[in-house]
């Protein structure tokens, strides 16, 4: 393989990768609120987002595969980090206007990586599988917001 197709398929992986981190930080986000929602509602939403979130990983994990790489949680200092903002922000305020609030900021960040992302990695010829998928993920994260607001 030349340098350029390794330059272009180590590039695909990076675009591959951060889908994956992303939707596992969702996952997880989900998972950690989850024992603190206590209205039924929200909590099937946030099920249902949370079965979303797993997809994409799993299919940006399969992607991966195909090329030969591993997917990557995001490191340990960044997951124990998120993990204790919403531990601490749930023990100050767990009312479902707060959770939804706490879900609609990290989707918004979801979306704001995912066109970031999009926009740095496009110009320079990911594949249009590799996109697709980053665009999906951000029409989800665009649905999920819309369905929150009305738990605010």
Partial sequence: MNATKEKKAADEALFLGEI??????????????????KDDGLRSMMTLQL???????SRAAKALAERGVAAKEENIVTRLSA????????MID????????????????GITDMIKLLNEHEPRG??????????????FEEHNLEMLKRFL
Avoid: C, Q
């Fill in 51 to 57: 079965d979303g979130y797993e997809k994409y990983a």
């Fill in 126 to 139: 990911t594949s249009k599988e590799a996109a697709r998928l980053a665009r999906e993920v951000v029409v």
């Fill in 20 to 37: 994956y981190k992303n939707a596992k930080m969702g996952a997880d986000s989900i998972i950690n609120l989850l024992p603190h929602v």
């Fill in 94 to 109: 767990s009312t479902k206007s707060h959770i939804a609030e706490m879900m609609i900021e990290g989707s918004n960040m």
């Fill in 83 to 90: 993990r204790m903002g919403m531990a601490i922000n749930t």
